[in-house]
């Protein structure tokens, strides 16, 4: 299937510094992408849509400048966790559609994940 | 409301037993998609198996099959012969309309585990 790589895996930072997150599709391109974060033991809770060449889209509750997203290319979007707190702590993951097979079930698929840590 | 209700927070079976994931949903539209995720303690989400509202055979992926009733908007998760690989957390997703809508909503899981 599709392959879409996250980097970095792991992350510890201090609290007040930002944090870069990436997300790639490997060998497909995607015009949007979604970043979820994943709290300790639960669900997976969307948190913006991002879009190629335009500004992304954020859920009711997300702070757009404490979670900035960019998405350059197609096939790179970048979320930035910016003057993280010890709360930003979590797991963010991102995901994407490969349109040239996942046409009809639109299917997602995701990243490995990202674990930040703010001390 | 919720719109995807996954009851059972755990589960344990027994290695080659069938085990069944309970998902109900809530939707108001005729047009939706239901997904079973699994994620591995490692934390990727990966895909499992994928029914349409318009689908009227119940989806199977190997040993992975989804029991939908529309009339009781349920989409349980049925997994033959369990292997102690299937543990893990398995979400059940739902997304509405099938055009211009890309995003999932997602239950709050249910974690597996396999006895050998």
């Known amino acids: 299937g599709a392959v879409v790589s996250q980097h970095p895996s792991r992350v510890i930072c201090k609290s007040g510094t930002s944090v870069k997150i990436e997300c790639r599709s490997l060998d497909f391109q995607a015009t949007t992408m979604f970043w979820y974060r994943q709290f300790p033991k639960q669900s997976l809770m969307l948190m913006a849509t991002?879009?190629?060449?335009?500004?992304?889209?954020?859920e009711q509750g997300v702070e757009k400048d404490k979670f900035l997203i960019n998405h350059a290319s197609l096939t790179l979007s970048t979320l930035t966790v910016t003057s993280a707190h010890p709360e930003d702590s979590s797991f963010y993951i991102c995901?994407?559609?490969?349109?040239?097979?996942?046409?009809?079930?639109?299917?997602?698929?995701f990243g490995e994940g990202s674990r930040l840590t703010v001390l | 409301a919720q719109k995807i209700t996954q009851t059972q927070p755990g589960m344990f079976v027994q290695e080659k037993e069938a085990v069944t994931l309970d998902c109900t949903y809530d939707t108001s539209d005729q047009s939706y998609g239901l997904f079973w995720y699994k994620q591995p303690s490692s934390g990727e989400m990966i895909f499992l198996i994928y029914?349409?509202?318009?689908?009227?055979q119940n989806a199977t992926e190997g040993r992975y099959s989804l029991n939908f009733q529309k009339a009781r908007k349920s989409a349980n998760l049925v997994i033959s012969a369990s292997q102690l690989g299937d543990s893990a957390m398995y979400f059940c997703a739902m997304r509405e309309s099938f055009f211009g809508n890309e995003k999932l909503t997602f239950g709050t899981g249910t974690r597996l585990t396999i006895i050998p």
């Open positions: 991002s879009n190629e060449g335009s500004k992304a889209t954020y």
């Open positions: 995901s994407a559609r490969d349109p040239r097979t996942s046409g009809y079930t639109g299917e997602l698929f």
């Open positions: 029914q349409g509202s318009y689908d009227e």
